[in-house]
């Protein structure tokens, strides 16, 4: 397995509607062991966001969540680094990439509630959420701006989503009594975390772009239905043989 090699850092400026924002931006190259002995080497890259047109009032909230986006890729770069050899396939999709979209998501939002305090809320800025492994996700297209109209009036309503997400129920055997009591736990978990997902999904309906289902609901419950295989996973290997694999049952989709 090779081991991981840390890049030396670079400072990047960031524009943002006239407004140099010092960046810097640290690009660690991990290995990542998968089970099967395949390895994955690269660095956490993230989409750089476009806010167009910020209001003074509203630049120094905006340059703080800027940097918070830079802080964390690194935090997620170090643990790509520190985690190498852990999981299986979709370790780190859904420990780390994940994770990191929900948090950039967040940010974002915060950038565009600064902004829409005192000017016209931008729309959109989660497509800059989600990241990857050694190349940053093409970014979508902005949204048209579609604002719902008063009953009785013409205009277009923002879209909902419709449907609901569906899990893969795990496949746990032979589980030994002395583990018993805590898988029961952790699979009552995952129903919760379904559960309130699909809550998330219903109360949610026309916020965001194209990609807030994803970055917002779905990958989070991937990241706890994830930690929640691996304590289950945990439980059993305490007394017995610890199995492998749960975690192929941690995505979930939208039916």
Known sequence: MSRAHARPQRSKRVIVAGVAVAATLTAVTAAVAFAGGETATGSIACPQPVVAAVPAAAQVEVQRELANLDKQIAEADER??????????????????????????????????????????PEGLERFATCGLGQAPAVSAPPATSRTSPAGSTGSAAPVAAGTIECPSPVVQNVPAAARAEVDREIANLGKQLAEANERLRTSAGQGGPNFVQNAILGPLASKRAA???????????VEARPQGLERFATCSLE
């Open 80 to 121: 790509l680094r520190a985690s190498a050899g852990e999981g299986g396939p979709d370790f780190v999709q859904n420990a780390i990439l994940g994770p990191l979209a929900s948090k950039r998501v967040a940010a974002l939002n915060r950038i565009e509630t600064a902004i829409g305090r005192v000017a016209t809320k």
């Open 228 to 238: 929640a295989l691996d304590r289950i996973a945990l439980a059993i290997g305490r």
